[in-house]
Nanobody
Framework: QVQLVESGGGLVQPGGSLRLSCAAS???????????VGWYRQAPGKERELVAH???????DYADSVKGRFTISRDNAKNTVYLQMNSLKPEDTAVYYC?????????WGQGTQVTVSS
């Protein structure tokens, strides 16, 4: 019953910005706030890679490739995690997936396409 739904993807020029959102349903806010949530991305022919995640404690980790450009945040009252992407590069082009982890279980969103091109 738990679902993650991403939104905010699209086409943007290099140097532009985009804000992704991921809303979780089927879970109470009291539980959601304890889980680690994050963003992964996968480009054609490449492995899925971590972009950023944020734990229930608030601890945040970023991939080296996005440090200083992307910001992850969460609004536990809305069961939502965000990814603000600035200074986008063509190398950022990928399908971006939302993820939530709790113990041994993990949930994935359907993905949203981000294309950075002039």
């Amino acid at each position: 019953q738990v679902q993650l739904v991403e939104s905010g993807g699209g086409l943007v020029q290099p140097g532009g910005s985009l804000r992704l959102s991921c809303a979780a349903s089927g879970i109470s806010f009291s539980i959601f706030r304890l889980n680690r949530v994050g963003w992964y991305r996968q480009a054609p022919g490449k492995e899925r890679e971590l972009v950023a995640h944020i734990a229930g404690t608030g601890r945040i980790d970023y991939a080296d490739s996005v440090k200083g450009r992307f910001t992850i945040s969460r609004d536990n009252a809305k069961n939502t995690v965000y990814l603000q992407m600035n200074s986008l590069k063509p190398e950022d082009t990928a399908v971006y997936y939302c993820n939530m982890r709790s113990g041994t279980r993990s949930w994935w969103g359907q993905g949203t396409q981000v294309t950075v091109s002039s």
